[in-house]
Nanobody, 120 residues
Framework: VQLQASGGGLVQPGGSLRLSCTASGNINSINDMGWYRQVPGKQRELVALINRGGGTNYADSVKGRFTISRDNAKNTVYLQMNSLKPEDTAVHYC???????????????WGQGTQVTVSS
């Protein structure tokens, strides 16, 4: 199983970016999918989570600015980031709880990370 993230880049304050992350491999089922971020010297922190039914949870710092969504048919999770601030600068990682074909157990998989830089 692999998670491939894309969509990061350099944007000015107030701008927008959309991150995507697609899971591939011998996938039977995916439960929660999420986005986390990390800056050097700090712990990785939750940005947003979405369950299979579409229920969402956001960090207080991004509520009202970011929207997480998913396409279950494509095994893909998205993060629409609007009104970006310099403090949103970080490496953003996607993750997903996945059961592989032939197993009923879920394991957490991580994508490779994509850099988001908000600067003028």
């Amino acid at each position: 199983v692999q998670l491939q993230a894309s969509g990061g880049g350099l944007v000015q304050p107030g701008g927008s970016l959309r991150l995507s992350c697609t899971a591939s491999g011998n996938i039977n089922s995916i439960n929660d999918m999420g986005w986390y971020r990390q800056v050097p010297g700090k712990q990785r922190e939750l940005v947003a989570l979405i369950n299979r039914g579409g229920g969402t949870n956001y960090a207080d710092s991004v509520k009202g600015r970011f929207t997480i969504s998913r396409d279950n048919a494509k095994n893909t999770v998205y993060l629409q980031m609007n009104s970006l601030k310099p403090e949103d600068t970080a490496v953003h990682y996607c993750n997903a709880d996945i059961a592989v074909i032939g197993s009923k157990w879920f394991s957490t998989y991580w994508g490779q990370g994509t850099q988001v830089t908000v600067s003028s």
